[in-house]
């Protein structure tokens, strides 16, 4: 919402297939993140970045990979590694001066086939 | 480290009504809370937030949370419930005192106000 761009909306999967997930803004916000929404367990966080060129683990990294080589994107690779990545992911930015509250794209609803 | 309890997983409500979404949040440090709203197949929006200063926080489409420091608690609040209020919400924590920039999300409570 409101400058954040994720696409697929939605995006099917073979088993054993990597996919990409994009997530562009253009709120000029240093960081960025991405998250795994599944029913009941709320949100978790996979990666963040606070800055172009690094990147952090988050609680369920496993089977994800990220990388930020512009601020404006932040592009999720889900993995064959990743056992059960049926989910909906959400990407958020926040400009990380002040105390600012995220901002949220509309998500991508991911269905391994 | 941070976390954020939502001990509700459904609250229901009838429209006309008050509503309240309860949150209880651990934090080392000082907190600053968030509330979100979600819509189905939808991206979260925020609603409001708690950083310092008047313990009645105000937001968008009416709502409202107070933050309680002794009883760990920002709960969300409502006076008079619409259907259209109907949806997910998340109470978020993050440690203001210096330490993690990551906000943490609870589980998520479903409201439902019947009409």
């Known amino acids: 919402d409101g400058g954040i761009t994720q696409s697929p909306k939605y995006l099917f999967r073979k088993e054993g297939q990597n996919v990409t997930l994009s997530c562009e803004q253009n709120?000029?916000?240093?960081?960025m993140y991405w998250y795994r929404q599944d029913p009941g367990q709320g949100l978790r966080l996979i990666y963040y970045?606070?800055?172009?060129?690094?990147?952090q683990k988050g609680d369920i990294a496993e089977g994800y990979s990220v990388s930020r080589e512009k601020k404006e994107s932040f592009p999720l690779t889900v993995t064959s590694a990743q056992k059960n990545p049926t989910a909906f992911y959400l990407c958020?930015?926040?400009?990380?001066?002040?105390?600012?509250?995220?901002?949220f794209g509309q998500g991508t609803r991911l269905t391994v086939v | 480290a941070q976390s954020v309890a939502q001990p509700e997983d459904q609250v229901n409500v009838a429209e006309g009504n008050p509503l309240t979404v309860k949150c209880t949040y651990s934090?080392?440090?000082?907190?600053?809370l968030f509330w979100y709203v979600q819509y189905p197949n939808r991206g979260l929006q925020f609603l409001l937030k708690?950083?310092?200063?008047?313990?009645l926080v105000k937001g968008s489409y009416g709502f409202e949370a107070e933050f309680n420091k002794s009883q760990t608690s920002f709960h969300l609040k409502k006076p008079s419930a619409l259907v259209s209020d109907s949806a997910l919400y998340f109470c978020?924590?993050?440690?203001?005192?210096?330490?993690?920039?990551?906000?943490?999300f609870g589980r998520g409570t479903s409201l439902i106000v019947h009409p």
């Open positions: 978020a924590v993050r440690d203001g005192s210096g330490g993690s920039y990551i906000p943490t």
């Open positions: 934090v080392s440090g000082n907190p600053y």
């Open positions: 970045s606070q800055i172009v060129n690094d990147f």
């Open positions: 709120l000029n916000h240093d960081a």
């Open positions: 708690y950083i310092t200063g008047d313990n």
């Open positions: 958020a930015t926040r400009r990380e001066l002040g105390n600012t509250e995220a901002f």
